[in-house]
């Protein structure tokens, strides 16, 4: 997938449907990405790089497009894949899966969680699929976390509203840099009367 050579709202975008892979000693965890956002580098106020910052805890995010950038808040750990060239800080934070390998053991990684609980939001997947803040500053694929962009799934509609968690951001909060698989039931905060069966989301 060509992280560079596109804007990141179009990766945002393509990365729906993308399945995730996770390999860890015991299990490989895998599901598709139905959930990202776009943070679109120093102009965005809702990104870690606005006004320039680089500090220790973001210079992943500085690397080369197809780099992962791992950062933790109120204890989730969120992952991010890095969009762009060198130095130019952008990047599409995953927000949800629709989980398919491993479930029996995501369920009890996530205390028993079942449903769509279970991999709806940025750090429930990781935790679900024992994703670790090491894999930061690694590149797609090196490791034990990977993308099959071929045995992947295309959504029938992809919806765009604003990003979740962006408050007091200016127009920033309300630009429409959320990209969803359209009434999927993993998606984050998904309300039942607009979810669809799942096999109903996918073309």
């Not at 809702?46 to 995010?61: I, W």
């Not at 204890?75 to 989980?99: D, Y």
């Not at 630009?175 to 989301?201: M, N």
Request: charged residues 25%.
């Amino acid at each position: 997938m060509d992280f560079i050579n596109r804007t990141t709202e179009e990766i945002a975008q393509d990365l729906l449907g993308v399945r995730l892979i996770h390999e860890t000693e015991d299990l490989t965890y895998t599901g598709y990405i139905v959930e990202t956002e776009a943070y679109v580098g120093i102009h965005d106020q809702a990104a870690h790089s606005f006004n320039g910052k680089n500090t220790k805890s973001v210079k992943s995010l500085y690397c080369k497009g197809g780099t992962i950038y791992a950062h933790s808040m109120h204890k989730q750990l969120l992952i991010n894949f890095v969009t762009q060239t060198e130095g130019e800080p952008q990047g599409v934070l995953l927000r949800a899966i629709e989980p398919e390998n491993g479930i029996e053991q995501m369920e009890i990684n996530r205390n028993h969680k079942t449903g769509v609980e279970l991999t709806n939001g940025p750090g429930k997947f990781t935790q679900a699929m024992q994703i670790s803040k090491s894999l930061d500053g690694t590149k797609i694929g090196a490791g034990s976390l990977k993308i099959d962009t071929v045995n992947r799934k295309y959504p029938k509609n992809i919806d765009t509203s604003a990003r979740i968690g962006v408050p007091n951001k200016g127009e920033w909060t309300e630009k429409h840099l959320r990209f969803t698989v359209a009434g999927h039931p993993y998606i984050s905060r998904a309300r039942k009367r607009d979810t669809l069966p799942i096999e109903q989301t996918w073309k």
